[in-house]
C-alpha cells in the first residue's frame, strides 16, 4: 500500500507543474494580448539624474516612432496612451501633435516622477540634406503624408520634472 501511495504522490505533484505551467502560458497570453491591443506602453524606468530622465524618454518615444506607433497620426487620432494636443483641430492640414506623461524613477528617490512628452509630424523630406515638406498646405487644401515609404520628420519634446521643483527640457527632431 505503501508503494502505490508514492506513486499517487509523484503523480500529483507532475500534474500539478504541468498545470501551473498551462497557467503561466495562459497568463502570459492574455498579457501579450493586452499589451498589443493597447499598442504603447510606457515603462517606469529608473535613471540618476532628472536631465537622463528627460533625454532617456525622447529615446523611448523615438524607439515608438521606429516601430510606427506615431506614423499615422495625420490621419488618424493618436495612439492609446496618449492625447491629441492639435492646436487647430478645425484645420485637417495643422501640424499633428500627441503628448504623453511618461513616469521614472530616480536613484535615491522612491517617488515616481513625471515627464510630460510631446511628438509632432512635421513633415516630409524626399532627400538627407533638402528642407522638409511641411504639414501645413495652403488654400484649403488638405495634406496627407506616407510615412511608410517617405522619411518624415518628427519633433520630439520632453520636460522631465523632478524632486525639489527641478526640471529639465530637452528637444529634438528625428527623422524616420
Not at 537622463?52 to 510606427?68: F, N
Not at 523630406?125 to 503624408?145: D, E, H, Q
Request: proline content about 3%.
Amino acid at each position: 500500500m505503501k508503494r502505490s501511495s508514492k506513486r499517487v504522490k509523484g503523480s500529483v505533484l507532475f500534474l500539478t507543474l504541468i498545470l501551473s505551467l498551462i497557467g503561466l502560458i495562459l497568463i502570459s497570453g492574455l498579457f501579450m494580448a493586452y499589451y498589443r491591443m493597447l499598442k504603447v506602453i510606457f515603462p517606469v524606468r529608473i535613471y540618476s539624474n532628472v536631465r537622463e530622465a528627460a533625454s532617456g524618454t525622447v529615446t523611448l518615444l523615438a524607439s515608438y516612432v521606429d516601430k510606427g506607433t506615431f506614423s499615422r497620426i495625420d490621419q488618424e487620432e493618436c495612439p492609446s496612451g496618449t492625447k491629441d494636443i492639435t492646436q487647430d483641430m478645425s484645420n485637417s492640414s495643422a501640424v499633428r501633435c500627441c503628448q504623453a506623461e511618461i513616469k521614472f524613477r530616480l536613484v535615491g528617490y522612491t517617488d515616481v516622477f513625471p515627464a510630460k512628452a510631446t511628438v509632432c509630424l512635421l513633415g516630409i523630406s524626399s532627400l538627407a540634406g533638402y528642407s522638409a515638406s511641411p504639414v501645413v498646405g495652403g488654400g484649403g487644401m488638405t495634406l496627407r503624408l506616407n510615412c511608410d515609404n517617405t522619411p518624415c520628420l518628427y519633433s520630439i519634446t520632453t520636460t522631465a520634472f523632478g524632486p525639489q521643483g527641478t526640471s529639465s527640457y530637452v528637444e529634438s527632431l528625428y527623422v524616420k
